[in-house]
């Protein structure tokens, strides 16, 4: 009898701290080429470099998913509590996940799921019942990805002000959380 083990099963989860800015520039970038060379106009490398990430670390949350507790990393996450450019003011119902990245050479498949997953437990355990997150307009797979993970578009923003001062659309999805 053979036995498998399931490789999500062997994924690792911590909050980032300043030693780990540069691996999250990396797993952009290298997921900003991924989709540039699909044709996917979502994200530019170089687009963000470590200031970016280092003020997320003051604002929110970064996570980093690796292979065990010590091994490469495998996809990373930022946790916001409040993203007033995509959802105006709200109460202080839902999180917000933002730059959900895999690393396409080391991640088991089926691991973009899994960091959401463990992105939207995290929100219910900071007390809060909704995850929500944007995609472009203009990014149909994407959308339909988030979808398919059970999350409902609840609207649009026409002009998302960005980083580095640029505007664009997004598609605004959110999705109900409970507990298990």
Request: net charge positive; hydrophobic share 40%; aromatic share 14%.
């Given at each position: 009898m053979s036995h498998t083990t399931d490789p999500l099963a062997a994924l690792s989860?911590?909050?980032?701290?300043?030693?780990?800015?540069?691996?999250?520039?990396?797993?952009?970038?290298?997921?900003?080429?991924?989709?540039?060379?699909?044709?996917i106009q979502q994200w530019r490398p170089g687009e963000l470099g470590p200031e970016h990430f280092r003020a997320r670390l003051r604002e929110g949350e970064l996570w980093l998913a690796t292979l065990g507790p010590t091994g490469p990393a495998v996809g990373a996450w930022e946790?916001?509590?409040k993203d007033v450019a995509a959802w105006g003011e709200q109460p202080p119902v839902a999180g917000y996940v933002h730059r959900l990245v895999v690393d396409r050479q080391t991640a088991p498949p089926g691991a973009g799921r899994h960091l959401l997953a463990v992105a939207e437990r995290r929100v219910l355990a900071h007390g809060r019942t909704l995850c929500r997150l944007d995609c472009l307009s203009n990014n149909p797979r994407?959308?339909?990805?988030?979808?398919?993970?059970?999350?409902?578009?609840?609207?649009?923003?026409?002009?998302?002000?960005?980083?580095?001062?640029?505007?664009?659309?997004v598609t605004l999805l959110e999705?109900?959380?409970t507990a298990p």
């Open positions: 989860f911590r909050r980032a701290d300043a030693g780990d800015v540069t691996e999250f520039v990396r797993l952009r970038d290298a997921a900003a080429r991924w989709q540039r060379a699909r044709g946790l916001w509590w994407l959308r339909a990805y988030y979808e398919d993970a059970g999350y409902a578009v609840v609207g649009e923003q026409a002009a998302k002000d960005g980083d580095g001062g640029r505007s664009y659309g999705k109900r959380l």
